[in-house]
């Protein structure tokens, strides 16, 4: 498997990035459940959801492909339902429970899903496949995914620009196969 | 050579290697990357397509919360010019004048504590232009046109002659729109001085060529200069050339002493990283009454930006792709007020294989002839400019395989006359000859005590599967098991790559790594040339195979040894050597190199109260040579397909033809396929190995685009009787 390299650090969860905005920035506190872990964050109150979990809490598994909720790479879940986390603002989601890619099994396990997505080569570029996936385990979940052709609605929130759609459907009625 | 025994590392369907960091999120693409004390930029842009900045007044921005720097062309240092590259000229390096000449062009830079702020103060700079007429069209006449840009205009034999003779002349004017790369991850640079050297995460596909141009722009030893690009969220060409918001991250983070990251905003990324430009294009086929075509003219015009440069042989396409005596091509561009273009998957394929395949499917109308039978009459078995057979050639296969598994035999070929319920049927098909493309490329490969071994190149993997197919050829070449290769790219401090384009890479790197790895055997086996102990002792090269981690003599596997072994009993830790490929000459080999080759089989649905097209099945035949990996190569016909589905059916660039303003710079507005577009497809891959280098791959990124859009086109005339001439293929063409 390739490795991640190089001298640089990630954004690291203390939020490295952000410097203390001055005093003329509204700040807002906010406190996030993400992934079972509760974080106190104090946050400029233009921050999204996205650029919160991104940007102060490290988690870089969501991604920004639009910033304007048009393409579904943001997608987390928020008690459990979908959101595309960059139409959100942090502030919003005061005391909700977050899950993102990063906590969507142990670490060092694969979710079902996560595992048909490999197998089926569900992905190219893999920029789309944490949002792919959030909203292919909210759609089970949901019980959306009962037809091919519900699939293939419901996923087209979620925009893949190198092409993957088929093996993206094919992942997904394995993993229900899989129960 | 050495003998390769176990070829099972390569071929079918291997889960890609970088799968588990993808599906888990831990792939970490340029802008996931940050460092203490990084601070944030957002970019400023002209909202005229042409003119001079009278004044620029950033007052407001300078005091705004958290602003560190602005910068605009008054406080921009002088930059070199970026290199000659083997894609032209750099485009021109930002910042240096006052000359506004396109829409949307970054006029200043601000740099921020935060994002938010970055982009509230970028808000305030005011602006006072002296404003010109934008030139927008490529009818304009006052725009300046390049004649044969590119030297590969062609002309052979004697067109009027071969139209006189002709029985039927089809053709007509067919016309492409701009279109958007938009690969999903937002072109990012996340840029950090020390001192005189410089790290740089970029979404790029040539970290080499970013290296470079930083180089020489800023006048710094490339030494001092690290690109890493481990994962890339696509390019489809985007990502192919270091872009003027590349160097002002660059610059920022120079100015202000801290790492900077600029993260293009979506609407940024149809105005700062190429587009496949719009076409216009005249074609004309003239053939006899049996279908052998007497004559060929195409000729392209394409747009391109004031001062930059794009190749984009539009009409190229019909030179090469069938036996006709009588064939002229020409290609002109206009420059103008625009965004600059630049390769887009597929670039001049995509749009001159629509107009040929459209008349070509025009003209097996016109002769009542079965389009298939059409192509397989005019098949070239030699390269018409070059007259020298291909290094290989299954097309005739692409086609027969292709409409065996498609049901082609089911059509009825009268327009209108197949149905299923409401749904009118329509069956259309398409050929594509994609040119060959290669150059210089490197790899270093090392074995370790343990067995296992590394092996690198500053490539890129832009969801490609280099990384996976580079795995399982370092495997078969060196005899191990794929778990025991760790291959590594996206580091320019790794051995030189050329970019992840032109379908060329793989062809590139997979020499590279083949050479590498036969150089490495030999060191193996230079290390026990004299050794009484080893059974290789005076092995040659030709003499040897390698299975199982050991080397051992051709023919007699007891007569060998593992590369542990040798490793071990000579105080050695590792074992490295490099290998280098370089492009098969055409007139050395007597062959004419050949790129993939496909046949495409498209069956559409058209509601004909509504003016609904939906694609209901593709079928993709393609000889790309040898195939690493069926499952990564699989995908990349299916994802070329999808972008072909876009370019036939969706995608367009709208440019405000008042201001220059592309005005649907958006994912809600700009479409492309999504999930519900798109169906289950077949791709079967036919051929065997090309004989133009060892490796015997041909590249398989864009041949599954190309030719999509003709055959939905055709498709779409077989269900209603309508040519559609002009792209995208919208309702409104079909009510």
């Not at chain 1, 406190?31 to 979990?53: G, P, Y």
């Not at chain 2, 790369?181 to 005189?196: F, I």
């Amino acid at each position: 498997m390739p490795r991640n390299r190089g001298a640089m650090t990630q954004v690291d969860a203390a939020g490295a990035t952000s410097t203390g905005a001055a005093p003329e920035v509204p700040q807002v506190e906010v406190t996030l459940t993400v992934n079972d872990t509760e974080h106190h964050l104090r946050l400029d109150s233009r921050v999204t959801l996205l650029d919160a979990l991104r940007d102060h809490l490290g988690l870089t598994g969501a991604k920004k492909g639009c910033d304007q909720g048009a393409c579904g790479a943001c997608t987390v879940m928020a008690d459990g339902k979908r959101v595309v986390a960059c139409l959100a603002l942090a502030a919003q989601y005061e005391g909700r429970r977050i899950t993102t890619i990063e906590g969507l099994a142990p670490n060092g396990e694969l979710h079902p899903m996560q595992a048909a997505f490999a197998r089926h080569d569900a992905f190219q570029c893999g920029y789309c496949t944490p949002g792919q996936i959030m909203s292919a385990v909210s759609l089970v979940a949901e019980g959306r995914a009962g037809s091919e052709e519900d699939i293939r609605e419901f996923m087209s929130g979620n925009l893949c620009r190198c092409g993957a759609y088929p093996n993206i459907r094919a992942a997904i009625r394995d993993a229900l196969a899989e129960g | 050579m050495t003998t390769l025994e176990a070829a099972r590392a390569v071929g079918p369907g291997l889960d890609r290697v970088d799968a588990p960091m993808k599906v888990t999120g831990k792939a970490h693409y340029p802008n996931d990357f940050g460092y203490p004390g990084l601070v944030h930029a957002a970019l400023v842009h002209s909202t005229v397509a042409a003119g001079r900045i009278r004044g620029i007044d950033t007052s407001a921005a300078e005091t705004a919360p958290g602003v560190q720097a602005v910068i605009t062309h008054l406080t921009a240092p002088r930059l070199e010019p970026g290199p000659m590259t083997l894609l032209g000229a750099s485009p021109p390096t930002p910042f240096q004048d006052d000359r506004i000449l396109h829409h949307g062009q970054h006029i200043a830079i601000v740099v921020a504590s935060s994002p938010e702020q970055a982009r509230h103060a970028a808000s305030l700079v005011r602006v006072d232009y002296e404003r010109s007429e934008p030139l927008l069209d490529v009818h304009d006449p006052r725009a300046t046109v390049v004649e044969n840009p590119w030297g590969l205009d062609s002309d052979r034999g004697d067109v009027d002659a071969g139209f006189a003779a002709a029985d039927v002349v089809v053709g007509g004017t067919f016309t492409t729109p701009d279109n958007t790369n938009n690969p999903l991850g937002l072109m990012s640079t996340v840029a950090s001085w020390n001192g005189d050297s410089l790290t740089v995460h970029d979404s790029t596909q040539w970290p080499h060529n970013v290296r470079a141009t930083l180089a020489a722009v800023f006048k710094v030893p490339e030494s001092g200069i690290r690109v890493l690009a481990p994962y890339v969220g696509g390019g489809f060409g985007a990502g192919l050339r270091v872009w003027p918001h590349v160097i002002l991250t660059v610059l920022a983070a120079r100015q202000v002493g801290k790492p900077v990251k600029l993260v293009l905003t979506r609407p940024e990324m149809f105005t700062s990283v190429g587009h496949r430009p719009d076409s216009v294009q005249q074609i004309r086929i003239g053939a006899t009454r049996a279908g052998d075509l007497t004559a060929i003219t195409h000729e392209g015009l394409s747009s391109v930006a004031m001062e930059d440069d794009d190749y984009e042989p539009v009409s190229l396409c019909s030179a090469v792709s069938y036996a006709c005596p009588n064939v002229r091509t020409q290609d002109r561009q206009v420059r103008l007020n625009i965004p600059c273009p630049g390769s887009m998957r597929g670039p001049a394929e995509g749009q001159g294989n629509f107009a040929l395949e459209s008349a070509l499917d025009e003209l097996a109308h016109e002769l009542g002839m079965d389009p298939v039978e059409l192509r397989l009459r005019n098949y070239c078995e030699e390269h018409p400019l070059l007259g020298l057979p291909w290094s290989s050639k299954a097309l005739r296969d692409c086609y027969l395989q292709g409409a065996e598994r498609f049901g082609w035999s089911r059509r009825d070929p009268r327009p209108g006359s197949m149905r299923d319920g409401r749904w009118l049927v329509g069956y259309g098909m398409a050929g594509v000859s994609y040119p060959h493309y290669q150059v210089p490329c490197q790899a270093r490969a090392s074995l370790h005590r343990d067995g296992s071994a590394d092996v690198r190149s500053a490539a890129t993997d832009i969801g490609t599967g280099t990384y996976t197919i580079m795995t399982q050829l370092s495997a078969e070449q060196l005899g191990l098991d794929v778990s025991r290769v760790h291959f590594d790219l996206g580091d320019s401090d790794m051995p030189y790559a050329p970019q992840a384009g032109g379908s060329g890479l793989t062809s590139a790197l997979g020499n590279a790594v083949g050479a590498a790895c036969r150089n490495l055997i030999r060191e193996f086996l230079d290390v026990v040339k004299d050794d009484a102990d080893s059974p290789l002792r005076g092995a040659a090269p030709d003499e040897v195979s390698v299975s199982g981690g050991r080397i051992h003599r051709t023919g007699a596997p007891d007569q060998g040894e593992s590369y542990t072994d040798i490793l071990t009993r000579h105080g050695l830790e590792e074992l490295s050597a490099d290998g280098r490929s370089t492009p098969p000459q055409p007139d050395g080999g007597g062959m004419a190199t050949a790129g993939a080759f496909g046949a495409k089989f498209v069956e559409v649905r058209v509601d004909p109260d509504l003016g609904l097209l939906r694609v209901a099945r593709v079928v993709s035949a393609i000889d790309g040579g040898r195939i690493l990996n069926e499952k990564t190569a699989t995908s990349q016909i299916v994802g070329g397909t999808v972008g072909g589905i876009g370019q036939a059916m969706f995608e367009e660039t709208a440019t405000d033809p008042g201001t220059g303003r592309i005005a649907n710079a958006t994912f809600g507005d700009y479409l492309v396929a999504v999930n519900a577009d798109v169906p289950d497809m077949e791709v079967i891959f036919v051929g065997g190995p090309d004989r133009a280098t060892p490796i015997g791959t041909k590249g398989v990124g864009e041949v599954g685009l190309v030719g999509v859009a003709a055959a939905v086109a055709n498709a779409v005339h077989h269900a209603t009787g309508r040519r559609i001439r002009s792209l995208p293929i919208t309702i409104d063409q079909l009510l």
